[in-house]
């Protein structure tokens, strides 16, 4: 074993990496994995190749550590003792029930690493809640599949429900679907099952049904979501009424009754209200009012803190976006929808274990520094880039208390990393106003241009 001295100087050098790589030891350990494997599968069993050397497999791809499947398997080879077709057989026949599954435990463990540390979790409306809904299809892989090959059109493996935590930023469930023409809505069932008394669902326009709200409301949920012209039936009641501004716009509330028509009659109903923000600037698509529906009381939250709500929703888009762009959750190679599930659920498990990190920062630096001032993507990249040294100069008998730790002393020790972590190094940089993109010529004519005579051209001549 490496004398201690060696993990001292990458605590030093980068201590959000070795709070990176403990939270995955504690979170992710074989047996926990595998456990979950056994608990979950149906059909599928595992001999010489564990679900667990699957995990680890698939986690260096989606955390760019190796660049494709082969690369990764090429550099365990050794270590798992089977051929890489049995790798990609295991694959193509991983159950989608096993990730989702794998996804919802492994999110259970770091929620209780969360909420241990004083001021990890995030407060967007005091004494509630909320979580981020969104669907994100997968992008069309390559035609290595003999069914694609005789086609020129993009090959779709899939697509998933995510529930982030806004106030852990964890994703809780992940809803899996092979088919990517599936409707969105066609998975909002399975999704309420998971729905417990006291959730705040916070989601767009595409949600609002008449079926998923009721639903929210018998399981003793709440919502509040964008509302859709033709996929929900109401009355409006009295006049609306203005509240006040808000940085976008001007609030108004008004009463709303929803009905839950059956067979052309009244089945139900329920009383809600509707905030509206009329916009100072329309929207991309041209609206100028956003009508966001609520079962919450006013009690419970003003109508300035519901439009307020909504606005953060863009979180879960945020994250659909790093696991795109700074991890990766679609792998082009991967044409099977079962491996495209499996791969997308790895990647949301890298994420849950950086929002651990990101938690720990939090407590120690405070929440605002940390959403006003930390780049996600340069500390993921950092952290990321250190990892292969980190497996060829630590030996893993290093990492094995991390595995053992309890949740309280874990818990500790990456606020004690936390701490000497110099957010200087990952500065997040404010995007200023858009501006109105310049006309460009069609290169129809001239293919290409001169780049040293464009900027000529540019420049003043002198007198």
């Known amino acids: 074993?490496?004398?201690?001295?060696?993990?001292?100087?990458?605590?030093?050098?980068?201590?959000?990496?070795?709070?990176?790589?403990?939270?995955?030891?504690?979170?992710?350990?074989?047996?926990?994995?595998?456990?979950?494997?056994?608990?979950?599968?149906?059909?599928?069993?595992?001999?010489?190749?564990?679900?667990?050397?699957?995990?680890?497999?698939?986690?260096?791809?989606?955390?760019?550590?190796?660049?494709?499947?082969?690369?990764?398997?090429?550099?365990?080879?050794?270590?798992?003792?089977?051929?890489?077709?049995?790798?990609?057989?295991?694959?193509?026949?991983?159950?989608?029930?096993?990730?989702?599954?794998?996804?919802?435990?492994?999110?259970?463990?770091?929620?209780?690493?969360?909420?241990?540390?004083?001021?990890?979790?995030?407060?967007?409306i005091p004494g509630l809640n909320l979580?981020?809904?969104?669907?994100?299809?997968?992008?069309?892989?390559?035609?290595?599949?003999?069914?694609?090959?005789?086609?020129?059109?993009?090959?779709?493996?899939?697509?998933?429900?995510?529930?982030?935590?806004?106030?852990?930023?964890?994703?809780?469930?992940?809803?899996?679907?092979?088919?990517?023409?599936?409707?969105?809505?066609?998975?909002?069932?399975?999704?309420?099952?998971?729905?417990?008394?006291?959730?705040?669902?916070?989601?767009?326009?595409?949600?609002?049904?008449?079926?998923?709200?009721?639903?929210?409301?018998?399981?003793g949920a709440y919502f509040i979501v964008r509302q859709h012209a033709s996929t929900l039936t109401w009355k409006l009641l009295g006049k609306r009424r203005r509240i006040g501004r808000v940085e976008t716009g001007t609030v108004y509330e008004q009463e709303i009754v929803l009905e839950d028509c059956r067979k052309g009659e009244v089945y139900d109903t329920m009383h809600a209200r509707r905030v509206t923000v009329v916009l100072d600037n329309p929207t991309e698509n041209g609206d100028t009012e956003i009508h966001v529906i609520t079962n919450l009381t006013p009690a419970q939250a003003e109508a300035k803190a519901i439009a307020f709500a909504y606005r953060t929703r863009w979180t879960i888009e945020g994250m659909f976006q790093n696991l795109t762009d700074v991890l990766r959750c679609e792998v082009e190679t991967l044409g099977y929808p079962k491996a495209a599930v499996f791969s997308f659920a790895v990647a949301v498990l890298a994420w849950n274990v950086y929002a651990v990190v990101k938690a720990a920062l939090r407590a120690v630096h405070g929440e605002q520094v940390i959403d006003e001032k930390l780049s996600d993507y340069h500390l993921t990249q950092h952290v990321v880039s250190i990892q292969p040294g980190m497996e060829i100069v630590l030996e893993p008998e290093v990492w094995v208390p991390y595995q053992t730790m309890l949740p309280r002393q874990l818990s500790r020790e990456l606020l004690r990393l936390a701490a000497l972590v110099d957010l200087k190094r990952y500065p997040k940089k404010r995007r200023g106003v858009k501006k109105p993109p310049p006309r460009k010529k069609s290169g129809k004519r001239n293919h290409h241009v001169s780049t040293a005579r464009l900027i000529a051209k540019e420049k003043p001549k002198r007198p």
């Open 131 to 219: 979580y981020y809904l969104d669907g994100n299809h997968f992008g069309a892989t390559e035609h290595r599949l003999a069914t694609l090959r005789t086609t020129r059109e993009g090959a779709l493996p899939g697509q998933a429900l995510a529930l982030l935590d806004a106030q852990r930023e964890l994703v809780l469930e992940l809803i899996p679907c092979e088919d990517a023409y599936a409707q969105e809505r066609s998975l909002l069932p399975e999704l309420l099952l998971h729905i417990v008394a006291g959730m705040v669902i916070v989601a767009d326009r595409s949600f609002c049904t008449t079926q998923f709200l009721f639903g929210l409301r018998n399981r």
């Open 1 to 124: 074993m490496l004398p201690k001295s060696v993990l001292d100087r990458f605590v030093e050098k980068c201590p959000a990496g070795v709070m990176l790589r403990a939270t995955l030891e504690r979170l992710m350990r074989p047996e926990r994995l595998d456990q979950i494997f056994a608990d979950t599968a149906e059909r599928q069993y595992q001999k010489q190749l564990l679900f667990s050397q699957m995990v680890a497999l698939m986690s260096a791809v989606a955390t760019r550590t190796h660049a494709s499947v082969h690369a990764s398997y090429l550099a365990v080879r050794e270590e798992l003792g089977v051929s890489v077709a049995a790798v990609y057989d295991k694959l193509q026949c991983l159950e989608p029930g096993i990730s989702e599954a794998m996804v919802r435990e492994i999110a259970a463990d770091a929620a209780v690493l969360i909420d241990i540390m004083p001021g990890a979790c995030k407060s967007i």
